[in-house]
T-cell receptor, first 112, second 115 residues
C-alpha cells in the first residue's frame, strides 16, 4: 500500500476555474498565518498572509479564509492559470516568537 | 523589497568535504534567519534559527557540530555542512524575517548533492 506522506495531496483544476486549497493548522493559539507557493526546484514564495483578528483577506486573484473555530485555513485562487501550478504550503506562527510551522503541502495541477 | 538570496544554487561535492551555503537578505536587515531542509515531495523541516551576534538554536535531532551556522552580520547567515555524506544530500532553504511586517521571506534554495 501507499504510505501517508510519500505523496502530496494533489488538486487538479481546469484552467480558468477557481481553486480552493485547504489546510488544517495545529495550534489554536497561533496568531499569524501565511500561504506560500513553491515551484519545482525553488524556494517558497510568499503569496498572502492573515492575522488571527481577521477571517478573510483578499489579494490579487487570491483570497485567504481563516476559521479559528475549527483551525482551518483556505486559499482560493480565482481564474486559475497554468502558472499557478505548484505546491502550496500553509504556515502558522505559534505564540512566543517561535518559528513558522509548515503544513504538509498540496500540489496544484492546472489542466490547460 | 524583501528579497533573500542564496549562494550557491547548486553544489556537488565529494563525501567527506565541507560545503558552505550563504544566505543574504538583499534589501533589509534580518536579526533572525532560519535554515530549512527539504526532501523530495515533503514539507520544509526547520533545522535551526540563526540569530545575529549569538549562537544558533538547533532543532531536536539536528547535529550542531555537523551543521555549523554563523550569522555574522544583519544581512548574512552561513550554513556549513561539515564532512558531508550522501545522506546530507538535500535541498537547503534559508529564510529571513522582514521585521516591518514580521513576514518570513525565503531564499531560492541550494541543492546539495554529495557523491
Amino acid at each position: 500500500g501507499e504510505s501517508v506522506g510519500l505523496h502530496l495531496p494533489t488538486l487538479s483544476v481546469q484552467e480558468g476555474d477557481n481553486s480552493i486549497i485547504n489546510c488544517a493548522y495545529s495550534n489554536s493559539a497561533s496568531d499569524y498565518f501565511i500561504w506560500y507557493k513553491q515551484e519545482s526546484g525553488k524556494g517558497p514564495q510568499f503569496i498572502i498572509d492573515i492575522r488571527s483578528n481577521m477571517d478573510k483577506r483578499q489579494g490579487q486573484r487570491v483570497t485567504v479564509l481563516l476559521n479559528k473555530t475549527v483551525k482551518h485555513l483556505s486559499l482560493q485562487i480565482a481564474a486559475t492559470q497554468p502558472g499557478d501550478s505548484a505546491v502550496y504550503f500553509c504556515a502558522e506562527t505559534p505564540p512566543g516568537n517561535t518559528p513558522l510551522v509548515f503544513g504538509k503541502g498540496t500540489r496544484l495541477s492546472v489542466i490547460a | 523589497g524583501a528579497v533573500v538570496s542564496q549562494h550557491p544554487s547548486r553544489v556537488i561535492c565529494k563525501s567527506g568535504t565541507s560545503v558552505k551555503i550563504e544566505c543574504r537578505s538583499l534589501d533589509f536587515q534580518a536579526t533572525t534567519m532560519f535554515w530549512y531542509r527539504q526532501f523530495p515531495k515533503k514539507s520544509l523541516m526547520l533545522m535551526a534559527t540563526s540569530n545575529e551576534g549569538s549562537k544558533a538554536t538547533y532543532e531536536q535531532g539536528v547535529e550542531k557540530d555537523k551543521f555549523l551556522i554563523n550569522h555574522a552580520s544583519l544581512t548574512l547567515s552561513t550554513l556549513t555542512v561539515t564532512s558531508a555524506h550522501p545522506e546530507d544530500s538535500s535541498f537547503y532553504i534559508c529564510s529571513a524575517i522582514y521585521t516591518s511586517t514580521d513576514t518570513q521571506y525565503f531564499g531560492p534554495g541550494t541543492r546539495l548533492t554529495v557523491l
